[in-house]
């Protein structure tokens, strides 16, 4: 299912965060949302998964106003991986993954398809280990991908994910890029990591003080010249050996002699 932000303005306490933000993400594809901090990412995701009611414009699934559909056709829909985790108190993992089929039951135990799903979802996410563990007891990282888990049982035709590899180590991190890659969704995705961005994305849009600054592929974005206009880094982009796709090998700051020595 396409995903289609239209006009999209988005404020915080009467000061306008995101302007005029059009997108469009292609069934299937991948979208990655980069940008300095401050500059927006997060506001525009809130307004896509509903926490955040657009102050004007539209966010458009298949075609369909997100903001006008119930509270569980919209959870049908959209599945959000953020950086706000609600408490989850002392549920275990099991249960934390089984909560992803909310929006498909009107209550009840689970079918034993949806025990499977949850089985398979935890298999891919590396946490059935952890099955009878509560939230409480899991490293940062472990949560983030039970959260994930949690998020592919809820079968979401479009999945919004806020730096999902925060907390992540390195083999996670591309575990968890191969499978959103992999999986037949909808993805926008927020992410600092410029070099795992070129790697999954489709196509690259750029925020600037809340406004788009660029968008293309990640060849046409990740130029040396918006590196230094908008992230304000010097760096040269080169491709990957092996895929062709851009690699952004930074380059530190100068600093005189007597700079950064300590005293
Ligand atoms: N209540 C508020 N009133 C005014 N401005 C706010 C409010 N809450 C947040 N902001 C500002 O909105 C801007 C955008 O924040 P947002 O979290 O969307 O940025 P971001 O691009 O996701 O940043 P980061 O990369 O740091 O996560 C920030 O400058 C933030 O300080």
Request: proline share 5%.
């Amino acid at each position: 299912m396409d995903l289609r932000l239209q006009d999209l303005n988005v404020a915080l306490d009467g000061v306008r965060i995101v302007r005029d933000l059009t997108l469009d993400v292609p069934s299937g594809s991948v979208l990655g949302l980069l940008g300095p901090n401050g500059s927006g990412k997060t506001t525009a995701l809130r307004a896509v998964y509903r926490a955040l009611p657009p102050e004007s414009g539209a966010v458009l699934a298949g075609g369909d106003d997100l903001w006008a559909l119930t509270r569980r056709e919209a959870a049908r829909t959209v599945a959000a991986l953020t950086q706000q985790h609600r408490t989850y108190l002392d549920f275990t993992v099991t249960e934390i993954v089984a909560m992803g089929r909310h929006p498909h039951r009107g209550g009840g135990r689970l079918s034993a398809d949806e025990r499977a799903l949850c089985r398979d979802a935890m298999a891919r996410t590396d946490v059935t280990h952890l099955a009878d563990r509560g939230a409480l007891t899991l490293s940062g990282g472990e949560m983030q991908r039970v959260l994930l888990a949690r998020a592919l049982v809820q079968r979401p035709k479009i999945l919004v994910l806020d730096e999902p590899t925060n907390h992540l180590d390195l083999r996670h991190q591309l575990d968890l890029l191969a499978l959103i890659a992999a999986a037949d969704i909808t993805v926008l995705v927020v992410l600092h990591d410029l070099n795992l961005a070129a790697a999954v994305c489709d196509r690259i849009a750029v925020l600037q003080d809340g406004a788009l600054a660029a968008l293309g592929t990640p060849h046409e974005v990740l130029t040396t010249g918006l590196l230094r206009d908008v992230f304000d880094v010097g760096a040269q982009v080169v491709p990957h050996p092996r895929t062709g796709r851009p690699q952004v090998l930074l380059e530190l700051p100068e600093t005189s002699p007597t700079e950064g020595t300590p005293k």
